[in-house]
């Protein structure tokens, strides 16, 4: 289920365009060409983003802010240099490579490893425009207000709901890249995450819960919000009574039971135990002081069987409307699809071009597979997560037909709070519904359900998984990753799945123990 972006009839901003980067990139290369270096890189940002919060249909707050600036980077004696500015004049762009010179000169001397890149094709003077129809911030900001107020209001005024609250978070992001090798890419994405939570209490029980919509955050624009690629109006009715019935629910008793997972629910479970633990750098140790390493080391590709058979799962950064999907990385790698885990085995890794040097003869064909990102023009790019996704079976199921298979077991729809350890093997996660299943039907809401495993035990669990009707594409605006902290977005697809024989725990249970 990929597919590749292509730019759309949607130009640049023509109000990035119109800022100096190209003179500033052109003064700042010049420069770091006068110490022969081994690279050097120029990229120029502008991040803006709006966020809008409304609680019981009415506004809560609404916030603008623009994250602009430069960096440069060099490889010099072996080393990096990189260096940022935000003062966008082609003198304060030859500082700042002055900077990042001076930077590598000193770490020369406390690098043990000459840094090298791997090769990548010239890339010279590309655009590219993610793939949406109507970009969010051009939308006047009452209309927003007016259409997440209405439907926060409609949850708040809907019985049993005691409050409601709504988030939308819109980010529009451009990019200029260019090196000495030649490649200059100019590119445009954009990415919205809309979320619609309600709350209420059982006086019977005195039991308080919440439940939220499963509409994933998304690379589309304002079109996503006007009902006709998710239907807002039908969730937001619905949630009420789900909310009910979930306020009512008997606690689950804890034991071993079939699952069918929905992809609103397994994504998450793709991100933490495949998508961090097959990051390469991790994988190496080198997040090893703050994120975690791996226990899918480099020693295992081709030989560690991390799930069944039926499990495959691909590194995405071209499908259509992926929160992680851009043309070109910010190292000028063209973006790829390729297999991390093929017939239940790993076969793949995410990586960078310098870890391509070293270790993509046998992942890549010696190429980075365009996983280089930096959050902000104040941070170097590090390797960040691709569109990782689970793939369905060409013939497989439905979600009925999935569900029909198990006699006794729990369906599982939304994703709510989730642990995992520093080795992304031992987690557990809930969400944001059970329910029972009994001799192939749903038999009702269940509440305090946590699934608990190990990576390789829950993926070989996977005994079947749906059809392309079932695939959906999940995610996160909020991957944090590296020293000093950055955040990506990053989405998931799956389809609904079917595992066998997983702990099941009362979530009650374990936090009176």
């Known amino acids: 289920m990929t597919s590749t972006s292509t730019p759309q009839d949607a130009e640049i901003d023509p109000t990035f365009t119109a800022l100096p980067y190209r003179k500033m990139a052109e003064a700042a290369l010049a420069r770091c060409q006068d110490f022969h270096v081994d690279h050097a890189d120029f990229r120029f940002e502008r991040v803006r983003y709006q966020d809008i919060r409304v609680r019981d249909g009415r506004l809560q707050g609404a916030s603008d802010r623009e994250d602009i600036g430069f960096a440069v980077r060099v490889i010099l004696n072996g080393a ?240 259509d409307h992926g929160l992680a999907t851009i043309g070109y990385d910010d190292e000028g790698v063209q973006t790829q699809s390729w297999d991390i885990v093929k017939d239940g085995v790993l076969v793949g890794y995410q990586l960078d071009r310098a870890m391509a040097r070293d270790h993509g003869a046998e992942l890549n064909g010696g190429r980075s597979n365009g996983c280089a990102y930096a959050d902000s023009p104040g941070h170097i790019p590090i390797q960040r997560m691709a569109n990782v996704s689970l793939q369905p079976a060409s013939d497989g199921p439905d979600t009925d037909g999935l569900i029909g298979d198990v006699e006794r077991g729990i369906y599982v729809v939304g994703d709510k709070s989730w642990s995992i350890d520093m080795q992304r093997y031992n987690f557990q996660f809930t969400g944001q519904r059970f329910y029972k299943i009994e001799n192939g039907r749903l038999a009702g809401q269940l509440r305090d359900v946590a699934y608990q495993a190990t990576t390789t035990e829950f993926w070989g669990s996977m005994e079947a998984v749906g059809g392309p009707q079932t695939w959906e594409l999940g995610g996160a605006f909020n991957c944090g990753k590296a020293q000093p902290g950055q955040v990506a977005a990053v989405s998931h697809g799956c389809p609904t799945a079917l595992f066998r024989d997983v702990n099941v725990l009362n979530t009650t249970a374990e936090g009176a123990a």
């Open 80 to 319: 990096w240099g990189f260096a940022s500015g935000v003062v966008l004049t082609p003198d304060s762009a030859v500082q700042v490579a002055e900077t990042a010179l001076q930077t590598a000169q000193v770490a020369a001397a406390m690098t043990s490893r000459p840094v090298a890149l791997a090769p990548e094709p010239v890339h010279a003077d590309v655009t590219w425009v993610s793939a949406y129809d109507v970009d969010p911030l051009a939308v006047p900001l009452a209309d927003k207000v007016a259409l997440l107020s209405d439907l926060s209001r409609r949850l708040y005024d809907a019985p049993g709901v005691a409050h409601s609250s709504g988030e939308l978070r819109q980010v529009l992001e451009n990019k200029f890249y260019t090196d000495l090798a030649g490649t200059t890419t100019t590119q445009q994405r954009v990415r919205m995450l809309p979320e619609l939570e309600a709350f209420g209490s059982d006086e019977a029980t005195g039991a308080f819960d919440s439940m939220r919509t499963i509409a994933p955050p998304v690379g589309r624009g304002w079109e996503y919000m006007l009902g006709g690629l998710h239907d807002w109006d039908a969730e937001i009715a619905q949630l009420p009574e789900l909310l009910a019935e979930k306020l009512k629910a008997p606690s689950v008793d804890a034991g071993r039971y079939d699952l069918v997972i929905h992809p609103s629910n397994l994504w998450l479970t793709i991100h933490e135990s495949i998508g961090h633990a097959t990051e390469l750098d991790r994988a190496l140790g080198y997040e090893a002081n703050y994120a975690g390493t791996s226990f899918a080391t480099i020693d295992k590709l081709n030989t560690l069987r991390y799930g069944s058979p039926v499990m495959h799962v691909t590194g995405d950064r071209t499908v």
